[in-house]
């Protein structure tokens, strides 16, 4: 018998995996999280740091959830998804892209991570290679080494739009090469990935790599359109949901499009992982599909106001965005000249001056110099930010690089 709680709690700690031991913090969290105790502390902080819409849901998906709700929809469904929810999301993508995906293709999962999680759960063994930009979303690494996968992070440019090199993208592949992740919109840095790059794409995996394309912020385009992997290939996998477009982060409800042969392995994970994705949600998200146009123009109107405001001003200050981000709600600035820390710059930004930004290092070594500003927040925040930042920064000496 243990001799106290000490002694059990050392011991249970021991039997903590290494994998949750070693996976990072996400930073983004770590500064609302700070933010949110200086707030009830009674500090003016202005939240530029999360990545989540400051709308409310479309209201005739909230009334078609409230409804659901009253019908008792409130029960475990078909694992891979309503068949109504799934015709929805086929003819969206006819709409949006001219495609005829089958609904037998799409499987509704609990939000866009879900997705992720079962489309690597099913195609990735200890040791598969997964190649990322570096920069990248947060949360890939982890989605990969759930499954002891191995991210492969390759380096990409400023200015060739942080997009992948497709001849760097051969030289990374391997015999243990299994997926490359491809995000246009891109999380952190606004920036799209265009139909050429992608096909260079397709050829550089084409038989020994699956493109997983998380477009998750299609729709969140200020000039011309994303296009979807599916244009190019069928081979691929989509990753997307109804958190951004739709601002219904709440609702927890995502969806893959995969080939034919993963339908099955995906839907077994997910009967065993998750039994089923919620039930009433699937139907506000029928109508958001369907009925939410006029919402959702209106929303992208006013984050591209968001959008040229901070570009302005952030050009005002001597920050220089050298590709303009047209998509997603994000600027990934270069700060490299006031700090060698941009981890440590963030939260001094933070308690200084109460803008909560997030760190270019979220995102991989590659976002070091980097900050990433959501303007998921309104004008008027925005503007009040910014005067903030341009103080703080004209205060700071700048770092001589030669």
Same mark, same amino acid.
């Given at each position: 018998?243990?001799? +106290?709680?000490?002694?059990?709690? =050392?011991?249970?700690?021991?039997?903590?995996?290494?994998?949750? =031991?070693?996976? $990072?913090?996400?930073?983004?969290?770590?500064?609302?999280?700070?933010?949110?105790?200086?707030?009830?502390?009674?500090?003016?902080?202005?939240?530029?740091?999360?990545?989540? $819409?400051?709308?409310?849901?479309?209201?005739?998906?909230?009334?078609?959830?409230?409804?659901?709700?009253?019908?008792?929809?409130?029960?475990?469904?078909?694992?891979?998804?309503?068949?109504?929810?799934?015709?929805?999301?086929?003819?969206?993508?006819?709409?949006?892209?001219?495609?005829?995906?089958?609904?037998?293709?799409?499987?509704?999962?609990?939000?866009?991570?879900?997705?992720?999680?079962?489309?690597?759960?099913?195609?990735?063994? $200890?040791?598969?290679?997964?190649?990322?930009?570096?920069?990248?979303?947060?949360?890939?690494?982890?989605?990969?080494?759930?499954?002891?996968?191995?991210?492969?992070? =390759?380096?990409?440019?400023? =200015?060739?739009?942080?997009?992948?090199?497709?001849?760097?993208?051969?030289?990374?592949?391997?015999?243990?090469?299994?997926?490359? *992740?491809?995000?246009?919109?891109?999380? $952190?840095?606004?920036?799209?990935?265009?139909?050429?790059?992608?096909?260079?794409?397709?050829?550089?995996?084409?038989?020994?790599?699956?493109?997983?394309?998380?477009?998750?912020?299609?729709?969140?385009?200020?000039?011309?359109?994303?296009?979807?992997?599916?244009?190019i290939t069928d081979k691929a996998?989509? *990753? +997307?949901?109804?958190?951004?477009?739709?601002?219904?982060?709440?609702?927890?409800?995502?969806?893959?499009?995969?080939?034919?042969?993963?339908?099955?392995?995906?839907?077994?994970?997910?009967?065993?992982?998750?039994?089923?994705?919620?039930?009433?949600?699937?139907?506000?998200?029928?109508?958001?599909?369907?009925?939410?146009?006029?919402?959702?123009?209106?929303?992208?109107?006013?984050?591209?106001?968001?959008?040229?405001?901070?570009?302005?001003?952030?050009?005002?200050?001597?920050?220089?965005?050298?590709?303009?981000?047209?998509?997603?709600?994000? *600027?990934?600035?270069?700060?490299?000249?006031?700090?060698?820390?941009?981890?440590?710059?963030?939260f001094e930004v933070l308690e200084?001056?109460?803008?909560?930004?997030?760190?270019?290092?979220?995102?991989?070594?590659?976002g070091e110099g980097y900050v990433?500003?959501?303007?998921?927040?309104?004008?008027?925040?925005?503007?009040?930010?910014?005067?903030?930042?341009?103080?703080?920064?004209?205060?700071?000496?700048?770092?001589?690089?030669?």
């Open positions: 018998m243990l001799a +106290s709680i000490t002694e059990y709690q =050392t011991v249970a700690q021991n039997k903590i995996s290494k994998r949750a =031991t070693d996976m $990072p913090p996400f930073l983004a969290m770590e500064v609302l999280e700070k933010a949110s105790a200086m707030e009830r502390e009674g500090r003016s902080v202005i939240h530029l740091e999360v990545g989540e $819409p400051d709308f409310d849901s479309p209201p005739m998906a909230i009334e078609a959830g409230i409804k659901a709700l009253r019908e008792g929809r409130t029960h475990y469904t078909h694992s891979l998804g309503h068949p109504e929810l799934r015709e929805a999301i086929s003819a969206w993508q006819k709409r949006q892209y001219g495609l005829d995906v089958s609904p037998d293709r799409v499987v509704v999962t609990m939000g866009s991570s879900g997705a992720m999680l079962l489309a690597f759960a099913a195609t990735l063994d $200890p040791g598969s290679e997964v190649i990322l930009t570096d920069p990248h979303y947060a949360c890939y690494p982890n989605f990969i080494t759930a499954f002891e996968g191995v991210p492969i992070r =390759t380096q990409v440019r400023e =200015t060739d739009g942080f997009q992948y090199d497709p001849n760097v993208v051969r030289d990374a592949i391997t015999d243990r090469t299994r997926s490359l *992740v491809l995000n246009s919109p891109a999380n $952190p840095t606004g920036t799209l990935t265009t139909p050429k790059r992608m096909q260079e794409l397709v050829e550089a995996v084409e038989g020994r790599a699956t493109i997983v394309s998380d477009e998750v912020y299609h729709g969140l385009v200020y000039k011309g359109r994303a296009s979807s992997i599916l244009e996998v989509v *990753v +997307s949901g109804f958190s951004k477009l739709f601002a219904m982060t709440g609702w927890r409800l995502g969806y893959a499009i995969v080939p034919e042969y993963l339908v099955r392995p995906i839907q077994k994970l997910q009967q065993n992982l998750f039994i089923s994705p919620p039930d009433y949600p699937q139907f506000a998200a029928i109508a958001a599909l369907e009925e939410s146009t006029d919402d959702v123009a209106k929303m992208i109107t006013e984050y591209d106001k968001r959008r040229r405001l901070v570009l302005l001003r952030l050009a005002e200050m001597g920050l220089s965005v050298l590709t303009e981000p047209i998509g997603a709600f994000y *600027v990934f600035v270069n700060v490299a000249q006031y700090t060698n820390d941009v981890y440590k710059f963030a200084k001056i109460g803008v909560a930004i997030t760190p270019g290092v979220d995102f991989g070594p590659g990433r500003i959501s303007y998921a927040n309104s004008i008027e925040n925005i503007e009040e930010a910014m005067r903030r930042f341009s103080d703080y920064i004209s205060s700071l000496p700048t770092i001589d690089r030669k």
